[in-house]
């Protein structure tokens, strides 16, 4: 599969932004997918999670209440909706995809493919 994030941009602190990924190659319903982000200079985070059907999420506790990540499998795509944002919000943000089993995992390396990644920065 392979994964295209779009909708990154400049934003001042306590606003909003939505971000998505859009899927294309083998079925998108077959992967759970996330969100992860990476500031300069530090590792790799995760961000939020998605289960296939949609049923089922989980968020880093950093960004529980304020962001909520969703999919459209009619559209092949996983957004997350990022409100009241902060400086230290600012990153890289990727979407990955783990395929076989439909459950949650927050390391990086349970997920097989990556997109490229979309840039937030979040101005004080």
């Known amino acids: 599969v392979q994964l295209q994030a779009s909708g990154g941009g400049l934003v001042q602190a306590g606003g909003s932004l939505r971000i998505s990924c859009a899927a294309s190659?083998?079925?998108?319903?077959?992967?759970?997918m996330a969100w992860f982000r990476q500031a300069p200079g530090k590792e790799r985070k995760f961000v939020a999670a998605i289960r296939r059907s949609g049923a089922g999420t989980d968020y880093a506790d950093s960004v529980k209440g304020r962001f909520t990540i969703s999919r459209d499998n009619t559209k092949n795509t996983v957004y997350l909706q990022m409100n009241s944002l902060k400086p230290e919000d600012t990153a890289v943000y990727y979407c990955?995809?783990?395929?076989?089993?439909?459950?949650?995992?927050?390391?990086?390396?349970?997920?097989?493919?990556w997109g490229q990644g979309t840039l937030v920065t979040v101005s004080s």
């Open positions: 990955a995809a783990r395929p076989t089993f439909d459950t949650i995992r927050a390391s990086p390396s349970m997920y097989h493919y």
């Open positions: 190659g083998r079925t998108f319903t077959s992967y759970v």
